[in-house]
């Protein structure tokens, strides 16, 4: 190659990477200037639980109404998603239209903004969504959009209606159909330049926590459906045994929302169940009629010692770390080198447990503050017995 030659292929390519340069710059700076999408997990409130199909404008008027004058909001739930059944027909374009429930969506969510909450919306990658109401299929780069001239600032994605699509599919085959699914709405949602949390709700097939932030989820749901009965909550809350490992900021692990208030549960069970999702660091979504609390709801939602647990900027998800029959021991490590423990009683009747906080790893004198009662419990014997309530738990945070 002569001289000049090499000149020119030379100036051609570093115009070429400088091409490359500003092209990747609004992205760039984007990424910069926006905090990281769910840094903590998720805080706010869903419609399905409680209203199912029976959700509309007025009611998720009410409820942003109601987060305020609770303390909800100031307590951290800032979403308020509307989950399935609002969806209408799409019209001759492909754009999708809400149905006669929710008549103006920007302008509700206006309103949800104005209250300084955030607003959520679901749809599927099927065609259909579980409800049977219009999925996203075909649709994504154009639903994305809508949702983002909205105002929408979250999403939750339903496998639900692709599981039609998916059958007979060799299990290879329907995987990627799968993560291609959930990967062309995370590449549609970011092409709108809003910041949208992305809820992939998968029920924990295929290990979704290996692979959920891969297709750019920020929380996945692990399990099937919750409802309103102890024994559900339990065997959803407890399977989270082992998945701590891939949770982390921006990347949460979704046992599902919260039933606290629907009245199928003692308020001791309902207490187990927010203790279990704070030591996971679980979303926080609550599924209950918020304009309608009694003030033992509004104080098992809204407690900040144990809000805080789940909230703990390290974003490290809890575990088990002993299990003795019914009794069980779970721990999450906290920022500040402390560490919240429960000690959970799995059975009707009330349990002395026997901690042992050697083999929990905190050798020691150890000083104790229980969560539930604002009470400082001193320094702990190295093994200690908690008498622990029937279906109960003892939330602790712990420092040497
Ligand atoms: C599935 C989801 C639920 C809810 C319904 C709506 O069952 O797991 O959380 O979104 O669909 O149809």
Known sequence: MNRIRFRTVFAAFALLIVAVAFASLPSVAWTQNTPMAAATPPMGWNSWNHFKDKVDDKTIRATADAMVSSGMRDAGY?????????????????????????????????????????????????????????????????????????????????????????KGLSPEAAHKMMTDA????????????????????????????????????????????????????????FSQAGLAKYAGPGQWNDPDML????????????????????????????????????????ELLTNKEVIVVDQDKLG?????????????????????????????????????????????????KVKARDLWKHQDLGALPPHFTARVPGHGVLLLKVWR
């Not at 003692?266 to 009629?289: F, K, Q, V």
């Not at 088990?320 to 009747?349: C, H, M, T, Y």
């Open 78 to 166: 800032v979403y308020i998603n509307i989950d399935d059944t609002w969806e209408g027909e799409r019209d001759a374009q492909g754009v999708i239209h809400t149905n006669s429930k929710f008549p103006d969506m920007k302008a509700l969510a206006d309103y949800v903004h104005s209250k300084g909450m955030k607003l959520g919306i679901y749809s599927s990658p099927g065609a259909k969504t579980c409800a049977g109401y219009e999925g996203s299929l075909g649709h994504e780069a154009q639903d994305a959009q809508t949702y983002a001239a909205w105002g929408i600032d979250y999403l939750k994605y339903d496998l639900c209606g692709l599981r039609t699509e998916m």
């Open 182 to 237: 959930y990967v062309k709405m995370r590449d549609a949602l970011r092409a709108t330049g809003r910041p949208i949390v992305y809820s992939l709700c998968q029920y924990g097939d295929d290990a979704v926590w290996r692979w959920g932030a891969d297709v750019g989820g920020n929380l996945w749901r692990t399990t099937g459906d919750i409802n309103d009965h102890y024994a559900r909550m339990e065997t959803i809350g």
């Open 259 to 298: 039933e606290v208030g629907n009245g199928g549960m003692t308020t001791e069970e309902y207490r187990t169940h927010m203790s279990l999702w704070a030591l996971l660091a679980a979303p926080l979504l609550a599924g209950n009629d918020v304009a309608n609390m009694t003030p033992d709801t509004i």
């Open 316 to 364: 490290r998800q809890g575990d088990r770390v002993s299990e003795e029959g019914p009794i069980e021991v779970w721990a999450k490590p906290l920022a500040d080198g402390s560490k919240a423990l429960g000690i959970f009683n799995r059975q009707q009747n009330p349990m002395t447990a026997i901690v042992d906080l050697k083999t929990l790893g905190l050798g020691g």
